[in-house]
């Protein structure tokens, strides 16, 4: 017998609507078995099959069973791939034939789900190709407003307690080409693949600046890579000293050629090349020492032809990845609405959906747990009856920041501006179930 | 802290750690202090760095002239004819002037704060093909060349550690410090 809280719960999960074009209740179809369990049984129960009709000759059972169960599986591989069929879930990128280590590679958002990005597929950004590093000599330097300059060795540095966290990392000029006037008919890949999240660990950076000891007047410190664009970004002291840390492991391995090995930086929340891989040097300064990368590039021209320059923290962000582009709709009935939320400011405190061009609104369920500068995965059941729709998705962070709409966005900045792009992405369906951006 | 340096058994480490107990003792006391001690020479190997103060720039000069032959043989074939670029090449002049209109075109003449970042920037990283294989002298010269096609510095400058802070860019006050405008509590 239910209680009157369940029996609202009940209609929900049977697929009333709570928000136009049929978005259902965000717990609808949770634990629970409401809706869904009474097959299951009558399924199981009929399962049975044919009883041998004769004692002392039976069919040996392989005879109704698939081939994996009556041949013995294939040996140890010392490191494990995806399997076979899952060949198309790679990371896309155009080689530039003047410079084939510079530009970038893009994770397949679109093919992935939950919210930890594989280490084959994290997204790349090179400046000029991916160097190759022998542990063995590389050393880090830490100098400039210190009392004590210091060199550390790759050996040395794992020696350090260690924490872990995970944190996505994004280019500052992913989703640039959202920011355009028309949009882009392209993937979540293509348009939003420069973003990924990984379990980083390595040493909280403030220990290691601590014991170099730093001098009274240091504001930023200047970090440097050791590939051949000798990436070099300014960072604030006190985010130096705060939650950044030299991260050595990338989701459980050490960190991937490609993500800096052996060591980089993770500047959580903060544009992606501040995140400076293959660390080399650390100089503690008196003011940000105005490198390229933060006044060329990864900075933001703004209407009156000023410039934000050091705009380093992501705002709130979001993307509906299933459905969109790329990936259709079969035919109405029920589908399971799911994308990525994440905020360069902490956590994601609520992520809304809408079916209906921005009406009404729903909240979209967050996959726990949700944490501070990560992915958020967050889903949301619907009930499609077949009929044209645009879906949306809009998170708000902790700190109350809401994700703008491409109009606002676009208002706050030149022509032509794409840096740190965070507008609502809105995916039309048509009557096909096929998506495009609109 | 003690008990962790006894149980590393070297003497090197030892030494260290008595020289700079003191210290340590203030602040990084913590720290398990695997780092050595950096040399005056190691710094100054890789300390390549130049901020806006010109502090750190090496000795040296270049002259518009001599930085025209430079561009000439490295830079031209991806930044087009006097760096104006074109299909497919990255473009580093012209555009002064109209960054608050409806066209704005970002180069280095135009956008960049500071010429330190332009010497910076070639010495660190270019050309693409071959990083680092500039002489300094080279590189204060092509960036007086690339400075000189929109007059930033004229036709007959010459570029040093003493006269390359001093250069002007067109738009040098054109930059907002976000990160210290949202911090004062004011975006």
Redesign the interface.
Known sequence: MARRGEEGLLRQALGEPVAGNGLLHRRAFLRGGIAFTGGMAALAAGGGGAVAAAVGQSDPIGLDSPPTMTTPGRSFTPYGVPAAAESDVVRTFNVNP??PG?GTSRTPLHLLNGTITPNGLHFERH??GVPDIDPATHEL???GLV??????TVD??M???MESHIRFIECAGNSGAAAGTMPPQNTVQGIHGLLSCAEWTGIPLN??L????VQAGASWI?A?GAD???M?RSI?LDKAMGDTILALYQNGERIRPEQGYPMRLVVPGFQGNINVKWL??I?V?D??????DE??RY?E?????????????FGPKSVIVQPSFGVNLTGPGYYEISGLAWSGAGRIARVEVSADGGMSWTDAALSEPVQSKALTRFRLPWRWDGQPVVLMSRAVDEKGQVQPTHEAWKAQF???QAFMYNGIQNWAIDANGEVSNV | MSRLRTSLGTAAVGALALAVAPVLAQGAAEGPGLGRPATPEEIAHVDISIPPSGENLPPGSGTVAAGAMVFAERCVACHGEAGAGGQGLTRLTGGVGSLATDMPVKTVNSYWPYATTVFDYIRRAMPLDAPQSLTNEQVYAVTAYILSIDGVVPEDATLDATTLPQVEMPNRNGFVNWYMHEGDGTP
Do not use: C
Not at chain 1, 210 to 213: F, H, K, N, V, Y
Not at chain 1, 287 to 292: A, L
Not at chain 1, 301 to 313: H, I, N, V
């Open positions: 003047i410079a510079t400046h000029n330097i830490i100098h009392d004590r300059p210091l060199v550390f040395a540095l020696r350090y307690p220990v290691l601590d014991e170099a000891g200047l440097e051949a664009a000798g070099s604030p080399r040097r100089k300064t003011g940000p020492t105005h490198t390229r006044t060329s900075s021209l703004m209407p009156d032809g000023t410039a934000r320059q050091f705009w380093l923290e030149a022509p032509g």
